[in-house]
């Protein structure tokens, strides 16, 4: 790999750290960048994988604050985000990757869909608790955690605005908070795909390594900006984008 290709995956990697700590796009910047340095589909997907959880690691040291209190929660969330991420890897390394091309986009777009709604979605099953005098069932939010995992595994474009979008429909809390706890969720299922990939799969090192320097120093900028805006006009952003990554892949499918 030349100078040139190692600062283009660095400087990929900085945008995507920063824009996937914020909003879980991160894969927008840096598969296209992979591509960009001359490596093929699937070398390029297991490579991102690996150099992503150094997102995961910056994002989780920027959002300390944030990330307070979380621990049983996270844990909970962090087994069923394992579990699905591993199911993920097994779904990568057995099966062509046109199986599920034509159904990512449709689900990115229903993850923008739940967080552009978020406060209507979350009236209408505080609305139905009342009804139901209990609170919400959790297992409904850890299948859709484990799902989210399972992709993360398997592709991981957009996983984090998924995983945003469960988490923000949820639970009522402030966006910096849920965005800390989305990050390292997906980073859970992230990491378990990355482990099982650098034993079978075909990883460039050298491009992980630039790639996943960039995605530090991005990731662990990003939680401080979220902190900072404001939450309506910064979820609408992210859904939008999540909205124009959808219509990028069921392009790039058909």
Do not use: C
Request: no cysteine.
């Amino acid at each position: 790999m030349g100078l040139d290709a190692a600062a283009l995956l660095a400087l990929a990697g900085v945008a995507a750290g920063l824009v996937g700590s914020m909003a879980g796009l991160a894969s927008l910047f840096s598969y296209p960048a992979l591509l960009a340095a001359g490596l093929p589909p699937i070398a390029a997907n297991v490579t991102n994988t690996v150099a992503m959880f150094s997102t995961t690691v910056g994002a989780a040291g920027g959002s300390r604050r944030e990330l307070r209190g979380q621990r049983a929660r996270l844990l909970r969330l962090g087994l069923m985000a394992v579990l699905g991420g591993s199911l993920g890897a097994v779904l990568l390394l057995t099966t062509p990757a046109s199986t599920f091309e034509l159904i990512v986009p449709w689900l990115i777009a229903l993850g923008s869909a739940l967080l552009l709604f978020r406060d209507r979605l979350r009236e209408a099953a505080d609305g139905r608790s009342r009804t139901r005098r209990g609170p919400r069932s959790a297992l409904p939010v850890a299948l859709a955690v484990l799902a989210v995992g399972v992709y993360g595994g398997y592709f991981g474009a957009g996983a984090g605005v998924l995983m945003l979008a469960v988490l923000s429909v949820s639970v009522t809390e402030p966006l910096p908070i849920t965005n800390a706890v989305k990050n390292v969720a997906t980073g859970a299922a992230n990491v378990t795909a990355a482990v099982a990939f650098a034993f079978l799969a075909p990883v460039d090192w050298l491009a992980a390594a630039a790639l996943g320097a960039g995605a530090l120093v991005g990731s662990w900028i990003g939680p401080s900006i979220v902190r900072r805006l404001p939450e309506r006009p910064l979820r609408v952003v992210i859904a939008l984008a999540g909205f124009g990554l959808a219509v990028h892949l069921w392009l790039s499918a058909i």
